[in-house]
């Protein structure tokens, strides 16, 4: 995306923009807004910037991210228990996923593509979860139960909730493109 033409102050200002966008995602993990929650749930913020930020990388790329945000979201919900679910290969999949979707182009890069994309990688997360709660020896009956309600209002919110992060981002990122052309 940044060649080696591109002005050192621009890469600074992009990266301060990307890694600011992220940090505030990972704030508002865990801030309940009114009017912000489905059944109790909001919505995935590190899978939306995941998704905003994966749909034009290559896949390797994604993949390591999807593990790197998967780790800090571990160390953001440890808890005290032997064994636990990890994040991380949910949000690794998520964006390995995302980024053969737009290699592949079988959908565009707008609002409504992007919106289906979380709302699909959402439930992909949440299942990756209650998988690996089922493997660590958790009920099988309220795992899946309690899975098919917290997928649909992830997916439902996170999808709503996509452009906020989506729009400026890539309006960011194209704009970054048309200079370096």
């Known amino acids: 995306m940044i060649d080696r033409k591109t002005p050192l102050s621009i890469k600074l200002l992009n990266w301060l923009i990307t890694f600011g966008s992220l940090v505030v995602c990972i704030m508002a993990m865990y801030t309940r807004f009114p009017g912000m929650t489905l059944t109790g749930i909001a919505p995935n913020w590190l899978l939306i910037w995941l998704v905003a930020w994966s749909v034009n990388r290559p896949v390797f790329l994604a ?4 593990v790197a945000l998967g780790m800090i979201q571990d160390a953001m919900t440890f808890t005290d228990t032997v064994v636990s679910p ?4 949910g949000l690794a999949i998520a964006a ?3 980024s053969l979707l737009q290699k592949q182009r079988y959908v565009q890069e707008d609002f409504i593509s992007i919106a ?19 493997f660590i020896g958790a009920e099988i009956a309220n795992v ?3 899975q ?11 999808s709503l909730w996509s452009p906020v992060v989506y729009f400026p981002l890539s309006r960011w990122w194209r704009s970054l493109e048309r200079k370096e052309e």
């Open 116 to 134: 289906l994309i979380v709302f699909g990688m959402a439930v992909i997360v949440e299942t990756m979860h209650a998988v690996q709660l089922t």
């Open 63 to 66: 993949v390591m991210s999807g």
């Open 96 to 98: 390995g996923i995302t």
């Open 86 to 89: 990890t994040h991380t290969v």
């Open 148 to 158: 098919q309600r917290i997928a649909l209002s992830s997916a439902i919110l996170s």
């Open 144 to 146: 899946w139960t309690l």
